[in-house]
């Protein structure tokens, strides 16, 4: 009889130009038991990512050589990988030019652990999402959601529009499904913090705004609907 296989450990890449932080969030991480692979600067983050083999990628926004922001919109042309980015302030700035760039989430530096790993662990589930229900007969096309010219299959985990496919990051689709299982209802910010991004406390609202904003650019900017007060909306038709 065999022995079971191990899982592999978590493989994360580091991107950060100081030396105390960087090695500090790199023996956090290896206590937890993740593979870590660490970047002094932007042009050696990317020539890192691009040798492959990294589950989630972490980012400080300051990085010199080409800064965290330029480093992640380097990313996404080539990977849809869950991108976690650092900013010492938690400047407003920051925050959206990272995630307009296609961050899936950002933490403010001094970085605390328990809320890394926390973060780390909500986006590796969003990217490893699977649906919960058995599939269905071929005959029974019921998993498949449709929407005017997009069509979301929530079994197959892929999107098209116009029967083009939609390349989406784990934590747009994760933000897609969740609006198209109530098509027409009104979802508030914090709902879709807790159910997308897992976030158990308060979290940062413009985190879904952000993500709201490429999730349009993507499927159409008149798919999703903004409701003032209240939050967003996937329209029917």
């Known amino acids: 009889m ?5 899982p592999d450990p978590v493989s994360v890449l580091v991107v950060e130009d100081d030396d105390t ?27 890192a990512f691009r040798a492959g083999g990294h589950d989630l990628l972490i ?35 920051d925050v959206v030019a990272g995630l307009e760039a296609g961050a899936d989430d950002y933490v403010v530096k001094p970085v605390d652990t328990a809320v890394l790993v926390a973060r780390i662990r909500a986006l ?28 979301v299959d929530t079994l197959g985990m892929e999107v098209r529009r116009a029967g ?33 991004w897992d976030y158990g406390w308060e979290g940062d609202t413009r985190v879904v705004d952000l993500c709201v904003l490429r999730l ?8 999703i609907e903004t409701v003032r007060g209240f ?3 996937l329209v029917r038709g």
């Open 124 to 151: 590796l589930r969003r990217a490893t999402f699977e649906p919960s229900q058995s599939p269905p007969p071929p005959e029974d096309p019921g998993h498949v959601l449709v929407f005017g010219d997009l069509s």
């Open 216 to 223: 349009r650019k993507k499927i159409g900017s008149g798919r």
């Open 59 to 93: 980012l400080d926004v300051m990085l010199p050589e080409l800064d965290g922001i330029g480093l992640c919109c380097r990313i996404r042309e080539e990977s849809l990988v869950p991108v976690l980015m650092m900013s010492a302030r938690g400047d407003a700035l």
């Open 231 to 233: 939050g967003y909306k």
């Open 2 to 6: 065999s022995e079971p296989r191990v």
């Open 164 to 196: 083009e496919p939609v390349p989406l990051t784990p934590t747009e689709l994760r933000l897609l499904l969740e609006f198209a299982a109530a098509p027409g209802s009104v979802l508030d910010r914090r709902r879709l913090l807790r159910e997308v």
């Open 21 to 47: 932080i960087r090695r500090a969030v790199q023996l956090a991480l290896e206590r937890y038991g993740y593979r870590v692979d660490v970047a002094a600067d932007g042009l050696g983050g990317l020539e």
